[in-house]
């Protein structure tokens, strides 16, 4: 019929978003927070301070950061996204975290051999009574006391 046009039909429908609303993982939370604030991957890695590539891999959960490149992760995000720690390995490692330094210079800082801390939070080895009040007292300093952690030589 010549009054009666058939116009083609548009439909919109939104986009499923390809992030979790509760992330469970730290990938999860990359990718949520750097969808929400409309980034590219080189966008939040150039934040971040690593490569695109490094922030696909964690993203994807191929890798994971090392302690001492957590704390741009955490500003990005606003939040640290690790569950509580509740093991002496897991304690020290959130330390870690929070101050950006290498399980190496929290031994030099205590004055270990880095091995040696490492097998003792890997319960390879028995670790002193003594040393265990020495990482403790570690553990509960505060950031600001622990500044000379930084100081520590990197291993290369």
Same mark, same amino acid.
């Given at each position: ?11 919109? &429908?939104?986009? #499923? /978003?390809?992030?979790?609303?509760? #992330? ?7 990718? /949520?927070?750097?969808? =929400? ?34 704390? #741009? ?6 939040? +640290?996204?690790?569950? =509580? ?8 490692? *959130? /330390?870690?975290?929070?101050?950006? *330094?290498?399980? &190496?210079?929290? *031994? ?5 051999? #880095? ?17 265990? +009040?020495?990482?403790? &007292?570690?553990?509960? *300093? ?10 520590? /030589?990197?291993?290369?």
């Amino acid at each position: 019929m010549p009054f009666c046009r058939q116009t083609p039909l548009t439909l919109k &429908a939104l986009r #499923p /978003k390809d992030y979790s609303e509760t #992330p469970q993982i730290l990938g999860q939370h990359l990718r /949520k927070r750097r969808r =929400e604030l409309g980034l590219l991957l080189r966008e939040a890695a150039a934040l971040m301070g690593v490569s695109a590539e490094t922030v696909a891999n964690w993203e994807k959960g191929k890798t994971q950061p090392v302690p001492s490149q957590f704390r #741009p992760i955490v500003d990005f995000l606003g939040y +640290d996204p690790t569950p =509580e720690p509740r093991t002496l390995a897991e304690r020290v490692e *959130a /330390k870690q975290r929070r101050l950006g *330094a290498s399980l &190496a210079q929290v *031994a030099r800082h205590l004055g270990w051999d #880095p091995g040696s801390l490492r097998r003792y939070l890997e319960g390879t080895w028995r670790i002193s009574l003594d040393r265990r +009040d020495a990482l403790e &007292a570690f553990l509960d *300093a505060g950031n600001g006391d622990l500044a000379g952690v930084h100081s520590q /030589k990197r291993p290369r």
